[in-house]
C-alpha cells in the first residue's frame, strides 16, 4: 500500500520560512512526477511546484524565487523549501506522486499559515 506522509506545516510570520517533507512508502514504479499541491480555502487545487524523473522542476508564477523543490537520492522523499512567505501562501499543502502508468497518489495534506 502507497503511503505519502507529509510534515514540516504550521504557523510562520510574514517573511519566515518552512519547509515541507514528503516521504513516500509502498511500491511505487516508474515514478514521473513528485510535487506539491496546495488549496486554500474557497479556491481549487494549485501545482506549486514539482520535478520530473530527469530532475527538470517547475513552479507556479507567484513562488518562483521563493520556493525550492528537491528530492533525495532514493527519489522516495521530496521537499519543499518555503522563504519569504506571505499570508497568500496560507493553504493546505498535499504532496503528489504521478507515475508514467497515470497512477495518482496523494499525502493528507499539511497546513501552512502564514500570518502575524
Known amino acids: 500500500q502507497v503511503q505519502l506522509v507529509e510534515s514540516g506545516g504550521g504557523l510562520v510570520q510574514p517573511g519566515g520560512s518552512l519547509r515541507l517533507s514528503c516521504a513516500a512508502s509502498?511500491?511505487?514504479?516508474?515514478?514521473?512526477?513528485m510535487g506539491w499541491y496546495r488549496q486554500a480555502p474557497g479556491k481549487q487545487r494549485e501545482l506549486v511546484a514539482r520535478i520530473n524523473s530527469g530532475g527538470s522542476t517547475n513552479y507556479a508564477d507567484s513562488v518562483k524565487g521563493r520556493f525550492t523543490i528537491s528530492r533525495d537520492n532514493a527519489k522516495t522523499t521530496v521537499y519543499l523549501q518555503m522563504n519569504s512567505l506571505k499570508p497568500e501562501d496560507t493553504a493546505v499543502y498535499y504532496c503528489?506522486?504521478?507515475?508514467?502508468?497515470?497512477?495518482?497518489?496523494w499525502g493528507q495534506g499539511t497546513q501552512v499559515t502564514v500570518s502575524s
Open positions: 509502498g511500491s511505487i514504479f516508474s515514478i514521473y512526477y
Open positions: 503528489n506522486i504521478y507515475t508514467r502508468s497515470s497512477y495518482d497518489y
